[in-house]
């Protein structure tokens, strides 16, 4: 008999890392239920494997997560696996300049999209007796950058989500854990470059020269981490906030 597939769910799964964890989940034999607000570009993810499975959903919304969790899990059932990659990253502006609307839509899908699907998954997860879980956050919730005060604050709210999530479910066998990507070469990152007006190539040299390893990441160096966190190679590994920044924050 062969041994059932592990089910993974990942949001923020159409681009970047989240798109990069999905192909190597899908590589390590998981199932995936592939989660993102671009459904266009989901349904290019079925070429990597028929093993995975694309639904559209806009994580800032609370009542669009709860139907989207109710619906896995009766139609795939409990995830052993969960990775909440869903984010924006809005061009910098100073905080004086930032308007509530533009704080409320970063919030709202960087910490409360973020909080809806763990609330939505982790729980029945617990009831199992096991699961693994990553948050993406980043090392702007670790460091300041100027410009980027609501970004920031969203992704140090990821790093406390997630050791809160972690210290809560611990009993129940549910690990939590979140990486903290230096930059990464994803496509969030270069269009925010090119919308800027900048030169391209000239900002991605300035930016690599900050990291001590002199370049900037990949976004499947970035899957790599996530799933070890997730894999039973890191069974005693709970509650971290892993930096994968070419050892930027190590200055």
């Given at each position: 008999m062969q041994p059932v597939s592990r089910l993974a769910v990942v949001t923020g799964a159409a681009s970047g890392i989240g798109r990069e964890?999905?192909?190597?989940?899908?590589?390590?034999?998981?199932?995936?239920?592939?989660?993102?607000?671009?459904?266009?570009r989901l349904a290019e993810l079925a070429q990597f494997s028929p093993g995975v499975r694309g639904v559209t959903v806009d994580v800032a919304d609370w009542s669009a997560v709860e139907a989207f969790g109710l619906e896995v899990l009766a139609s795939d059932g409990v995830p052993d696996y969960l990775v909440c990659a869903a984010g924006i990253n809005p061009l910098?502006?100073?905080?004086?300049?930032?308007?509530?609307?533009?704080?409320?839509?970063?919030v709202d899908v960087n910490l409360k999209g973020m909080f809806a699907v763990c609330r939505a998954f982790?729980?029945?997860m617990a009831e199992r007796g096991k699961g693994s879980v990553v948050n993406l956050a980043s090392v702007s919730g670790l460091i300041g950058w100027g410009g980027?005060?609501?970004?920031?604050?969203?992704?140090?709210?990821?790093?406390?989500?997630?050791?809160?999530?972690a210290t809560e479910y611990a009993s129940?066998?549910?690990?939590?854990?979140?990486?903290?990507?230096?930059?990464?070469?994803?496509?969030?990152?270069?269009?925010?470059?090119?919308?800027?007006?900048?030169?391209?190539?000239?900002?991605?040299?300035?930016?690599?020269?900050?990291?001590?390893?002199?370049?900037?990441?990949?976004?499947?160096?970035?899957?790599?981490?996530?799933?070890?966190?997730?894999?039973?190679?890191?069974?005693?590994?709970?509650?971290?906030a892993l930096p994968v920044d070419g050892g930027l924050t190590a200055i």
């Amino acid at each position: 008999m062969q041994p059932v597939s592990r089910l993974a769910v990942v949001t923020g799964a159409a681009s970047g890392i989240g798109r990069e964890t999905t192909r190597l989940l899908l590589e390590r034999g998981c199932r995936v239920v592939a989660a993102d607000i671009d459904g266009a570009r989901l349904a290019e993810l079925a070429q990597f494997s028929p093993g995975v499975r694309g639904v559209t959903v806009d994580v800032a919304d609370w009542s669009a997560v709860e139907a989207f969790g109710l619906e896995v899990l009766a139609s795939d059932g409990v995830p052993d696996y969960l990775v909440c990659a869903a984010g924006i990253n809005p061009l910098a502006a100073s905080s004086a300049a930032i308007a509530e609307s533009f704080w409320s839509r970063v919030v709202d899908v960087n910490l409360k999209g973020m909080f809806a699907v763990c609330r939505a998954f982790i729980p029945a997860m617990a009831e199992r007796g096991k699961g693994s879980v990553v948050n993406l956050a980043s090392v702007s919730g670790l460091i300041g950058w100027g410009g980027s005060s609501v970004y920031d604050a969203t992704k140090g709210g990821a790093i406390a989500l997630t050791r809160a999530l972690a210290t809560e479910y611990a009993s129940c066998g549910i690990r939590v854990n979140c990486v903290c990507p230096g930059s990464i070469r994803t496509p969030m990152v270069l269009n925010n470059l090119v919308a800027s007006g900048a030169d391209v190539q000239a900002r991605l040299q300035q930016t690599a020269a900050l990291h001590p390893l002199g370049r900037i990441g990949e976004a499947a160096e970035v899957a790599e981490t996530i799933v070890y966190l997730l894999s039973d190679a890191a069974s005693f590994v709970t509650g971290v906030a892993l930096p994968v920044d070419g050892g930027l924050t190590a200055i």
